[in-house]
């Protein structure tokens, strides 16, 4: 992708489990394994689940970051 470039995705009614959408840590396993396929470096990261609703998982990269917010809430 060119220099600049942002690309986000907006997903709905996802066939998933709720623990999925609500623990950032099942979300960065998956997210690992993207990044890895992909040959991109990770760096660090942070997750933060909220009481109640989603959960916020950043993996930031030497080529860049990757930020994921689940909402599902707004799915039931």
Do not use: W
Not at 27 to 33: N, T, W
Not at 45 to 64: I, K, M, N, P, Q
């Amino acid at each position: 992708l060119p220099t600049g470039t942002n690309v986000r995705l907006f997903l709905s009614h996802c066939r998933c489990e709720d623990a999925f959408l609500g623990q950032h840590r099942k979300i960065a396993e998956s997210v690992r394994e993207a990044v890895k396929a992909c040959e991109m470096t990770p760096l660090g990261e942070v997750g933060h689940d909220f009481s109640g609703a989603g959960t916020t998982y950043c993996l930031v990269l030497a080529e860049s970051h990757l930020v994921v917010h689940t909402y599902p809430e707004h799915c039931r």
